[in-house]
């Protein structure tokens, strides 16, 4: 993984149905979002959830993988009719979409050859030029077309195969945070928090969530910044008007 | 609540840094989708989660108005900094952003004169001319802006103040479901599937979905109509080829 020192960024495209009507709760978006920052030093900057709908597909990859240094999709890469996404892509960058070789050695080996059926050589259809994302749990391969990296939809598969994404992707700049939990009302400490945003303007992001905790209302101070320092200035000013306020903060550990 | 005997959509979008950056779980899209398909014939087509800047907020909500019947965003209403959504509806549709009378004298009068402090009144200001979603958990009114219908980010204020869309809202064809579970792999019914989605394109949607239950592998087959009587039909031929393949069903009730 080459490193870059200065901010990369990415979007999620969660390709689904299913996720669009409700039925099934995505876990993915929380998942790579977090992993992305953690592990490679890049910010999810934008999510769509999209229908299983061939133009949609088309547009979308487009339109996101030029704004965005990655675009990670999820969903749409099995077997069955529904699963179109690799076609769109292929469609959508005007590369031959066919059967991948590589792909195509790997499942035959996995499934052997007489239960190697026409759903499971679908799964080695792509962009042909495309390069793999080796799949440890169900041996399907993900494959990355240009800035875009093509991930199955079920979550325990994407967890199993996230780091071999690594290879793909340059490293940006870490965002660290920080939370501060104050027993107040948001309204109460509006006005300090705005004065902190406003003199912290380019190097951090400041924002405050409301929680619940035995009947007492709190707010989440959380504060980020690809710089550790600014961050220990604004933890600072945070308790410093703290304490001017006579707020209680809820220490978690 | 008006009628309409035919399909109508929406876009959800999801403004907040703490859910882009994966620190908070979104289950607000699960939510609205379900209550507006269940309650109002209403299809979510589109989601898209985005940060808090107003110039993203601004293209994303004209985007997506110009492109479906309605747009529910959830976030960014309350007294922060951070809560932009008002300002940045207003300049997305040209209207005067200011205090709502109406918006105001609830706020005041929930809080008391006294208690009423800038961050409070914040929460009044909105495109002048919107009208309001009133809130029976916290007071502060959402607010629909033509097509935009704008909500707070907390899910249980969501949940207590949903109901209160449903006046400025068509109502559609509502989308039935059922799911037949199938003891299986997808690519050992991939084709059956294809054959039921060709025949029914223009009425049905079949999609499935891998689970895993104690061990055993199977898939949901799910199938959404708008029309009940092509929702029998196409779960006679599932139970038919099922019967033929001898693939065991899971029954759950």
Redesign the interface.
């Known amino acids: 993984m080459k490193k870059k020192n200065k901010k990369v960024n990415a979007a999620i495209l ?1 390709i689904g ?11 993915n ?6 992993w992305l ?1 953690l592990n490679c030093g890049v ?10 709908v061939e133009k ?1 597909i088309i547009s979308n990859v487009r339109n996101l993988s030029g704004k965005f240094n990655y675009v990670f999709t999820t969903g749409g890469i ?5 699963d179109i996404t690799a076609k769109s892509i292929a469609k959508a960058f005007k590369i031959k979409y066919g059967f991948h070789k590589e792909a195509f050695k790997i499942l035959e080996s996995y499934y052997g050859k007489k239960k190697f ?4 050589k ?1 799964m080695a259809k792509m962009p042909i030029s495309s390069r793999l994302i080796y799949n440890p749990s169900s041996a399907a391969p993900g494959f990355v077309t240009k800035n875009v990296l093509s991930l199955p939809g ?1 979550p325990s598969i994407i967890n199993s195969m996230i780091e071999n994404c690594k290879r793909y992707l340059i490293k940006g700049l870490k ?1 660290h ?1 920080k939370t501060i939990n104050l027993f107040t009302v ?6 300090n ?2 004065v902190i ?2 003199k912290y303007q380019k190097n951090v ?6 929680f619940f905790r035995l009947g007492k209302i709190g707010v989440s101070v ?1 504060f ?1 910044s690809t710089s550790k320092k600014k961050l220990v200035e604004v933890n600072k000013k945070i308790l410093s008007f703290a304490k001017t306020k006579k707020i209680k903060i809820l220490k978690l550990n």
């Open positions: 969660i149905n299913e996720i669009l009507s409700g039925r099934t709760q995505d876990k978006v929380t998942f790579i979002s977090n920052n910010t999810v900057q934008e999510v769509r959830i999209i229908p299983d949609t099995g077997p069955t009719h529904d059926n026409d759903g499971r679908k079920v965002v945070s948001e309204s109460n400490i509006s006005k928090l705005e945003q406003n992001d400041v924002g405050s969530y409301p959380v980020r």
